[in-house]
């Protein structure tokens, strides 16, 4: 990573603290509050990077020192990362973490620490934190992270810069995807299910992205031409695909998807497709169908997904809602 790349993101944070670096003002605490997946840690480390690297004469981190490769190896001994040890942080946590860092005081001058989920810090916790954001040692920056800025102690607020990391908007994420190697039409789809850049990274792993929406894809045509095949499709390749309840969800949300697209072929609207590789497919089906048939259709698919919550079996509701697509 790199400031540069981080800026196409987070714009204004990356320019406040880009700044900052510049003109060796960092403050002492920095709060970084936004939800899951906007790039808190990332920036943070890299805030690390710049604040250690010796041999950077920009904002922008060497990335070859012995300082910045040992953050980016995770083994820097002046940097440390504390995360909540089951439910919480825990007071001996922040405790150690001083004494780590009064211990080292001798041989190096900078500290660095980043805590995750700083709201999840217990009571005693955040006043031995406070103590120590009050009187270091060292010169030492202080980066909490959190997602619930209004769960964080208000004394440790005050004394700190909160940073605000916005999500990205669908164009954004639909970029960076694309920088990744995904294909355009997977893009889409994956910004239409998720609005979280490491969820959608997730998604992709091992293709299995790709795979899914190819058995959506093959079903949702035997539905309509060959019906015949469908169970077989669904024992075959669904069935295998979609493990737990959770990707079983997804899988229906994908067929809903379809159908959303189906209508919108059928009212002209093409512009918020996002099967966009199945024009031709979508033009066939549209015309052999009819608005009334494909609202039916997405109805039946809202109750298979209400239904997938209590506890029936996943197969059998999957069957039952193949025969109602196929009767529209
Ligand atoms: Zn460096």
Redesign the pocket.
């Given at each position: 990573m790199t400031w540069e790349q981080l800026n196409q993101t987070q714009h204004k944070v990356v320019q406040i603290l880009t700044n900052s670096i510049k003109k060796n003002r960092l403050t002492h605490a920095y709060v970084f509050e936004g939800s899951r997946g906007t790039g808190k840690m990332e920036v943070a480390i890299q805030l690390g990077?710049s604040y250690f690297?010796?041999?950077?004469s920009t904002a922008e981190?060497?990335?070859?020192?012995p300082?910045?490769k040992r953050i980016s190896s995770g083994n820097h001994p002046d940097l440390h990362v504390i995360s909540p040890d089951g439910q919480s942080i825990k007071k001996q946590q922040v405790e150690l973490l001083r004494t780590e860092f009064s211990y080292r005081g001798m041989e190096s001058k900078q500290k660095f620490y980043i805590i995750n989920h700083a709201d999840k810090m217990t009571p005693s916790a955040a006043n031995s934190l406070l103590k120590f954001l009050e009187e270091p040692e060292a010169p030492t920056i202080a980066v909490l992270l959190t997602e619930h800025l209004y769960q964080m102690l208000n004394t440790i607020l005050s004394r700190s810069q909160i940073l605000t990391f916005t999500p990205l908007s669908r164009k954004e994420m639909e970029q960076m995807l694309k920088e990744d190697g995904i294909s355009y039409p997977i893009a889409k789809l994956l910004t239409e299910i998720t609005s979280n850049l490491e969820d959608a990274r997730q998604l992709c792993q091992e293709d299995w992205i790709v795979q899914v929406r190819n058995v959506v894809l093959q079903l949702t045509e035997e539905i309509y031409s060959r019906p015949q095949q469908m169970f077989f499709t669904l024992q075959d390749k669904w069935l295998s695909h979609f493990k737990g309840k959770e990707e079983f969800g997804l899988g229906i949300d994908l067929m809903l998807l379809w159908y959303r697209d189906l209508l919108y072929t059928q009212l002209g609207e093409k512009d918020g497709l996002i099967f966009v590789d199945q024009l031709e497919r979508l033009d066939h089906q549209a015309l052999y169908s009819s608005q009334e048939k494909i609202t039916k259709q997405m109805s039946a698919i809202f109750d298979a997904k209400r239904h997938l919550s209590s506890n029936v079996n996943p197969q059998l509701l999957m069957e039952r809602l193949m025969l109602r697509l196929q009767e529209g």
């Open positions: 990077k690297c010796k041999e950077r981190p060497c990335n070859e020192c300082d910045c």
